[in-house]
């Protein structure tokens, strides 16, 4: 549907994490009255009954995913499968039904327990600042290929975190600075480097807000089977622990962090 420019913009100052929702709220509206084109009063007048009705529109979690189904090429990990398994594990816990009793008055946007998938470190989805952030991870390993010192994967990778050694004809990687994202081993013409382990981080308890915080990362790659462990774990964590809709960042203690890490 086309939008005039003052309506584009006008959406672009919604708040992002309930813009897509409102962007569907407008369209589905201005084409339900029959309208073409969707005007600055189309985009107020929807705006208003969205932000009147909020509580209606909350289910108790938000789960965001990056650009990787759609055919994204810098996929490290393919989380499609991973997303059906959180939103039925997260659905089982009727987070919605716990807010209503923990939270006084109407719920918002906020209380709502943040969950959110990139399929690589671009992180187009923002898990840095959510409650639970999943990062596609793909790490690379050195194999007996010999290596013809192109230089393909130093161009590659974003990080720096390779070096070639000519002395012993093989590529030095720098595991403290590489991000897991599987593009040196894309590159590489002879196989000198492939793909090792592939998986997921998981990065917990980052938050916008009046006291923002970003998430901090357990240590390692994990499959979905412990993917789905560690998002149960902190999903019991917090109905555990939240008594008037705090949170889960809130909650999370560095103590609290490190008994998690621990158990993976």
């Not at 938000?62 to 594990?89: H, M, W, Y």
């Not at 161009?155 to 390779?162: G, L, P, T, Y």
């Not at 462990?229 to 889960?248: A, M, P, W």
């Amino acid at each position: 549907m086309e939008w005039t420019k003052e309506a584009a913009e006008s959406i672009q100052k919604v708040p992002f994490f309930v813009r897509k929702r409102v962007r569907a709220r407008v369209e589905t509206e201005a084409k339900n009255a029959g309208k073409k084109v969707i005007s600055l009063v189309d985009v107020k007048a929807t705006q208003a009954r969205y932000l009147s009705g909020m509580a209606s529109e909350i289910k108790g979690y938000q789960i965001d995913t990056c650009f990787g189904p759609s055919g994204c090429p810098n996929r490290a990990a393919v989380s499609d499968q991973l997303l059906q398994k959180i939103e039925s594990l997260v659905v089982g816990k009727d987070l919605l039904g716990f807010l209503k009793k923990r939270v006084d008055g109407d719920l918002k946007f906020h209380h709502e327990f943040r969950i959110t998938l990139a399929d690589c470190p671009n992180a187009c989805s923002q898990p840095q600042i959510k409650d639970v952030g999943i990062i596609g991870a793909c790490t690379p390993r050195i194999t007996e290929e010999p290596c013809t010192l192109c230089d393909a994967c130093v161009q590659a990778c974003k990080e720096d975190a390779i070096t070639l050694i000519p002395e012993k004809e093989c590529p030095d990687i720098d595991f403290d600075r590489c991000l897991h994202c599987g593009k040196c081993m894309q590159v590489c013409p002879t196989g000198t480097i492939a793909k090792g382990s592939q998986g997921f981080r998981v990065q917990l308890g980052g938050k916008l807000g009046r006291h923002p915080q970003l998430a901090k990362e357990l240590p390692g790659i994990y499959s979905e089977d412990q993917v789905l462990e560690i998002v149960e774990t902190c999903l019991d964590f917090y109905q555990q622990n939240s008594k008037h809709g705090e949170r889960f960042s809130q909650l999370l203690t560095s103590a609290d962090f490190e008994k998690i890490a621990a158990r993976y």
